[in-house]
């Protein structure tokens, strides 16, 4: 069975930086795509970053050039790194899973991250 637990989340100040971290408990990490998705207070979830299990990665338009996602196949990790925040990148963050051939799809409790303006 696989589990997510997010850290990293909190308060700062437009303009600041976050790094959020995911860890993966379970087996094989290394064959699930892992993603970052945020909602917003009375907005859909979206995806804000996604990092497949060959390294290759895609972002939300709005986020590309400041945030930066990143898997470390040993330790069982994907990590967000955000710089240049704004007050409209405030949401609750969930780390997700999902092994492609199975569908097999897994998500974190999530952490709130609060830009202040």
């Known amino acids: 069975q696989v589990q997510l637990v997010e850290s990293g989340g909190g308060l700062v100040q437009s303009g600041g930086s976050l790094r959020l971290s995911c860890a993966f408990t379970g087996n094989r990490f290394s064959v699930y795509a892992m993603a970052w998705y945020r909602r917003a207070p009375e907005n859909e979830r979206e995806l804000v970053a996604r990092i497949n299990e060959f390294g290759t990665t895609n972002y939300l338009d709005s986020v590309e050039g400041r945030f930066t996602i990143a898997r470390d196949n040993t330790k069982r990790t994907v990590e967000l790194q955000m710089s240049g925040l704004k007050p409209e990148d405030t949401a609750i963050y969930y780390c997700?899973?999902?092994?492609?051939?199975?569908?097999?799809?897994?998500w974190g409790q999530g952490t709130q991250v609060t830009v202040s303006s």
């Open positions: 997700n899973a999902v092994r492609s051939v199975s569908g097999e799809t897994y």
